[in-house]
């Protein structure tokens, strides 16, 4: 081995001016779909993690995004996050398009967190052909979906279950039943039956409980619990699938149940708040990690107690 204590430094020569150092292209955190692809990234280890982080992720949310979390554990400076993608409804208000984007450059200017790259991309989660064409274009871009959250939810009727209309009827199931499963069906034909994956399907406190006025979509709900047990051993054991009940989160779907009478609702729950969307967000970021990489076919009850 050589000894380099008697070595030298080398000075610069006087004869060549000294240039100012270059600086690296600042990247967008938002790019558009028509990049090229991007090289594959390593899954990222993080030394004070239980787990590796998500890598490509597909979510699908309704009109009221809930904002990705910040984990309880930061990976060091320079590991590698791969970007998530999101899907949104085109009829969505642009208020709830720009809170979508604020959500995740938030999350990704966190100083501890590396930056990550967000990707829209326009989509009515109960049609099956938006689907297909958002997996393909995360495929095209990423490679693989590794994780898949089915957020998106729609109750276009409150009121008797039995004055309901077919076509409030049909939209209710087509978006929070059938669409889960499409979405689901696409992730696994494109990527996850070689590769595997995460699935989060969000059900609700309503399919576990009778509560009429929103009857059909509790019955959705309490389909969707049911599809992801049933799944959860179907495509085992590479894909592990879950599914959580959040109560009563403070966002606009929900807003006719709690916003007139805020502070008497939260007494009625056992913590005494509402829910926030970061309590759900959690949640999922847990099921998603490797930390529940034996958890499979269950229901994640976060509700504050509400059920007890």
Same mark, same amino acid.
């Given at each position: 081995?050589?000894?380099?204590?008697?070595?030298? *430094?080398?000075?610069?020569? $006087?004869?060549?001016?000294?240039?100012? +150092?270059?600086?690296? %292209?600042?990247? +967008?955190?938002?790019?558009?779909? =028509?990049?090229?692809? @991007?090289? #594959?990234?390593? *899954?990222?280890?993080?030394?004070?993690?239980?787990?590796?982080?998500?890598?490509?992720?597909? @979510?699908?949310?309704?009109?009221?995004?809930?904002?990705? *979390?910040?984990?309880?554990? #930061?990976?060091?400076?320079? #590991?590698?996050?791969?970007?998530?993608?999101?899907?949104?409804? $085109?009829?969505?208000?642009?208020?709830?398009?720009? @809170?979508?984007?604020?959500? =995740?450059?938030?999350?990704?200017? &966190? $100083?501890?967190?590396?930056?990550? =790259?967000?990707?829209?991309?326009?989509?009515?989660?109960?049609?099956?052909?938006?689907?297909?064409? &958002?997996?393909?274009?995360?495929?095209?871009?990423?490679?693989?979906?590794?994780?898949?959250?089915?957020?998106?939810?729609?109750?276009?009727?409150?009121?008797?279950?039995?004055?309901?209309?077919?076509?409030?009827?049909?939209?209710?199931?087509?978006?929070?039943?059938?669409?889960?499963?499409?979405?689901?069906?696409? &992730?696994?034909?494109?990527?996850?039956?070689?590769?595997? !994956?995460?699935?989060?399907?969000?059900?609700?406190?309503?399919?576990?409980? =009778?509560?009429?006025?929103?009857?059909?979509?509790?019955?959705?709900?309490? @389909?969707?619990?049911?599809?992801?047990?049933? /799944?959860?051993?179907? /495509?085992?054991?590479?894909?592990?699938?879950?599914?959580? &009940?959040?109560?009563?989160?403070?966002?606009?779907?929900?807003?006719?149940?709690?916003?007139?009478?805020?502070?008497?609702?939260?007494?009625?729950? %056992?913590?005494?708040?509402?829910?926030?969307? #970061?309590?759900?967000?959690?949640?999922?970021?847990?099921?998603?990690?490797?930390?529940?990489?034996?958890?499979?076919?269950?229901?994640?009850?976060?509700? !504050?107690?509400?059920?007890?």
């Amino acid at each position: 081995m050589a000894d380099v204590s008697d070595e030298q *430094p080398v000075g610069q020569d $006087p004869s060549i001016p000294e240039q100012p +150092p270059v600086q690296p %292209p600042v990247q +967008p955190l938002v790019q558009p779909l =028509v990049q090229p692809a @991007a090289p #594959a990234v390593p *899954p990222a280890v993080w030394p004070s993690a239980p787990a590796a982080p998500p890598t490509d992720v597909a @979510a699908t949310y309704g009109s009221a995004p809930v904002p990705p *979390p910040v984990p309880p554990y #930061a990976p060091p400076p320079g #590991a590698d996050f791969a970007p998530p993608v999101y899907a949104a409804n $085109p009829q969505t208000s642009s208020n709830a398009i720009i @809170a979508l984007i604020l959500a =995740v450059v938030s999350w990704a200017v &966190c $100083p501890l967190i590396p930056a990550i =790259v967000a990707l829209v991309f326009a989509a009515n989660a109960g049609d099956p052909d938006a689907a297909a064409a &958002c997996v393909a274009a995360t495929v095209e871009r990423f490679g693989r979906v590794d994780i898949l959250v089915n957020n998106a939810a729609t109750n276009p009727y409150l009121g008797s279950m039995i004055d309901i209309d077919l076509p409030r009827l049909d939209k209710t199931h087509d978006v929070n039943l059938r669409g889960p499963f499409v979405w689901i069906q696409e &992730c696994w034909r494109r990527s996850m039956e070689e590769h595997g !994956g995460v699935i989060l399907n969000m059900s609700s406190i309503g399919g576990m409980t =009778v509560e009429t006025s929103i009857g059909h979509y509790n019955v959705t709900k309490a @389909a969707l619990i049911h599809l992801t047990r049933s /799944l959860a051993k179907d /495509l085992a054991p590479g894909v592990r699938v879950n599914a959580i &009940c959040p109560g009563l989160v403070k966002t606009d779907m929900a807003r006719a149940l709690w916003e007139a009478n805020e502070d008497a609702v939260a007494r009625m729950v %056992p913590l005494q708040r509402l829910g926030e969307p #970061a309590d759900i967000a959690n949640a999922a970021l847990f099921l998603a990690s490797d930390a529940a990489s034996w958890i499979t076919g269950t229901t994640t009850v976060v509700d !504050g107690g509400m059920l007890l």
